[in-house]
């Protein structure tokens, strides 16, 4: 099992930054991939982007291309999401997830969520 603790997150002004983290217990050597996700009022969760722990490979969902990094600490078991450039489209309950090897993408550990929220 792994489980995942979330920090970070809150209010922020447009054009603001926020960095959320999310740091991993347990069963860690097991993780392959990792990644945020976030859900908007109303709409569906999706991913935001996500690491592979060894390599350091990244993906990025267009809308956030150029103005959020993804980035891990192996060391400390931690996971980060640098948001630049933020705007109220950004605001969402942000989720870190956990893909084991051989998980297939379907990331069965979560984190507890934290609320993103952008004012103009």
């Known amino acids: 099992q792994v489980q995942l603790v979330q920090s970070g997150g809150g209010v922020v002004q447009a054009g603001g930054s926020l960095r959320l983290s999310c740091t991993a217990f347990?069963?860690?050597?097991?993780?392959?991939?990792m990644g945020w996700f976030r859900q908007a009022p109303g709409k569906e969760r999706g991913i935001v982007a996500n690491i592979t722990w060894s390599t350091g490979t990244t993906y990025y969902e267009d809308s956030v291309k150029g103005r959020f990094t993804i980035s891990r600490d192996n060391a400390k078991n931690t996971l980060y999401l640098q948001m630049n450039s933020l705007t109220p489209e950004d605001t969402a309950v942000y989720y870190c997830?956990?893909?084991?090897?051989?998980?297939?993408?379907?990331?069965?550990?979560w984190g507890q969520g934290t609320q993103v929220t952008v004012s103009t």
């Open positions: 997830a956990a893909d084991p090897f051989g998980g297939n993408d379907d990331y069965p550990y």
């Open positions: 347990g069963r860690t050597w097991t993780i392959e991939k």
